[in-house]
């Protein structure tokens, strides 16, 4: 049986949100740093922002997975691959 795959059009769509946000955060702490402390000021920021996508991001994957999954499950199917009805 063919593994289902992820419609990654949809997830690109339902990540794009968190995507600018992420970008618009780590910008924001960039820009916000002091003169002289840029790293200092802006990595533990960033990272945080950046480890938190990454999660939403593995997560939404796994969820489009299981939906994909699902959807193409046939509970009239046997699990050779014969119909009940046959």
Request: proline share 1%; no cysteine; net charge negative.
């Amino acid at each position: 049986m063919e593994s289902s795959k992820i419609d990654r059009d949809a997830l690109r769509a339902k990540l794009q949100v968190e995507f600018e946000a992420t970008l618009n955060a780590v910008a924001d702490s960039v820009d916000n740093a002091r003169d002289g402390v840029w790293i200092e000021d802006s990595e533990g920021i960033s990272r945080q922002v950046l480890d938190r996508f990454r999660q939403q991001v593995y997560e939404a994957t796994m969820q489009a997975k299981i939906d994909a999954a699902e959807a193409a499950f046939s509970p009239s199917e046997e699990h050779d691959g014969s119909s009940r009805s046959e």
